[in-house]
């Protein structure tokens, strides 16, 4: 019978950059020409939104923003060396990095080898750090040992397809070198005061970004360069929850120690063109947020892909899965949870875990 640890957090903004730059994407927005000036000016934003944005366009909000997620992150490590897994599981959104023209799956189990990644060499684009310098100050040498699980890998695809579930597979990446941003930055900000991260990965991306996957490359566009024709969608949010639900029945009968982690930001002001791309639906994550807290997955399964890209809650169908998963297994409230609420950083964010054993219907909720 295997042990499951679940957790949730984040891989955006940037944490690997540094405070002055972690606004950059309210900045780009404030330039574009094509955004209306009511929604430029300041009097009109949120009262929050102002504090945070301040007189020094976010600054030394930054400094605020990432000591909570850093001691967010602290905790979810804390966690997961409690747990000590044989293997960590990553649900991330590809954003056009291995799921291009070529080929975008709906969602995929990478069986990778052993790795050596250069996180400043040759991926920083795919996190916004094109030329910026990173809070480690380390330089394009700089190089990480990630193990791999491919034999574990092999069985979870092998288990889901005898589930029904069509996953696709992959031995080795596609165009993007070591890991998509998603995985690198949740190795990185997990190993935020460099001690090293004993534990082999299975990197599992999804199409999150769906009808914007290739045709906004998943990624923030002015809306003079946002094209007419669109991609098809993402799978709607429920199938993501039974895609978790699934990988939780295969962990459970496995002999292995599984930490499952969901990696994503929630609602993203670049993808939420209701406010034209400047601030993100908080009050829609609060309200996802309440359901997580208390356990309600029907209103987890109940909402639609529509209402996500509404909001900019591409993202959370990785939490779907996270959902899903501890649905299936009868954990039905986070152990522990916190929402750090951001209107100039592009989202709010949210750390959770569940950890393993019994239904815990009866346990403290979040905070
Ligand atoms: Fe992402």
Known sequence: MGEILGLGLTHYPPLSGLDDDMAWLLRQGLADPLVP????????????????????????????????LVAGFDRCRAELDAFNPDVVLIWGDDQYENFREDVIPPYAVLAYPDMTIKPWANMAHSSGMDDRPNIWNEGPDTSIEVMGSPDVARRLATQLLDQGIDVAYAYKPLHHDGFAHAFLNTLLYLDYHRRGFPYPVIAFPLN??????????GFAVSLGDTPAELDPPSPPPWRFMEVGRAVARACAESDLRVALIASSSWSHAFACDKTWRLQPDIAADREVYAALANGQYDVWRDRSLAQLE?????????WFTLAGAMEELGR??????????????????????????????????AE
């Open 37 to 68: 000036e009511h929604a430029k000016d300041t009097g009109s934003w949120p009262e929050r939104m102002r504090e945070e944005w301040g007189s020094d366009e976010g600054r030394s909000a930054a400094k605020t923003h990432r000591e909570r």
């Open 208 to 217: 999150c970004y769906g009808k914007l996957v290739v045709s906004n490359k």
């Open 310 to 318: 509404d909001s900019g809650q591409q993202e959370l169908l990785n």
């Open 332 to 365: 039905m409230k986070p152990d522990w949870s916190m929402f750090e609420e951001s209107y100039v950083f592009n989202s709010s964010k949210v750390f959770a875990a569940y950890r393993p054993g019994p239904s815990n219907v009866e346990r403290p909720s």
